[in-house]
């Protein structure tokens, strides 16, 4: 039921760019490739000679919380390689281009988001596509690792406050994900981001 109220609600696929108000629905940008390589146009799922999907779409939306300060709104998506995710920094052969809006609805007072106060936030942006990552939904929760497939993206993210322009003020991982990732929290827990916790999320991957 859930996957149809997703299907539903993202209808179409756009580039969410920096703006003062944030979409209720997920949206994400044209399957437009950027890697670390070269840049190429893509009309539409790619697959590999055993039919397993080369790149993967995503859109969401979702607050996330429950670390002891914040709530980050967040909404946005995009497209991604996953047989290129790599967790050395910095590495820019990952083939990944997502981006999307955020907002702190609430300040956020410790992690890689400590400062953001309540209402700011104007948009975020991916750095590198992570193979995995450690994660935890609430301070006391036990650590768990997302890994990288066609139903879990897990994306080293730079966000933005208004008047960044085009210098970050926080680095943050995110992690979007088509089932549950903490199965012992109430609800389905689909959007994770650093240092603020896990939101059962609006998510679409295809």
């Known amino acids: 039921m859930k996957q149809h109220i997703a299907r539903a609600l993202i209808v179409a696929i756009s580039l969410v760019a920096a703006c003062s108000d944030y979409s209720k629905s997920p949206t994400y940008p044209s399957p437009s490739t950027t890697t670390g390589r070269d840049t190429t146009t893509t009309s539409g799922p790619q697959y590999d000679r055993e039919g397993t999907p080369r790149r993967v779409a995503f859109g969401f939306n979702g607050i996330a919380k429950g670390f002891p300060t914040g709530a980050v709104f967040l909404t946005g998506g995009g497209s991604y390689d996953p ?67 066609t139903d879990r993206v897990v994306l080293q993210s730079d966000f933005y406050r208004a008047g960044d322009g085009n210098e970050e003020t926080f680095h943050a991982q995110i992690i979007v994900s088509k089932t549950d990732l903490a199965p012992n929290i109430p609800g389905d827990q689909t959007l994770w981001v650093q240092g603020v916790g896990c939101a059962e999320a609006v998510v679409n991957f295809n």
């Open 83 to 149: 047989a290129t995710a790599s967790n050395v920094p910095n590495d820019l052969t990952t083939d990944v281009i997502s981006t999307g809006g955020f907002r702190c609805t609430d300040g956020v007072e410790q992690g890689p988001l400590k400062d953001c106060a309540k209402d700011e936030g104007v948009r975020w942006d991916t750095a590198q596509l992570l193979e995995s990552a450690p994660f935890k939904c609430t301070a006391s929760d036990a650590v768990k690792t997302a890994v990288t497939g």
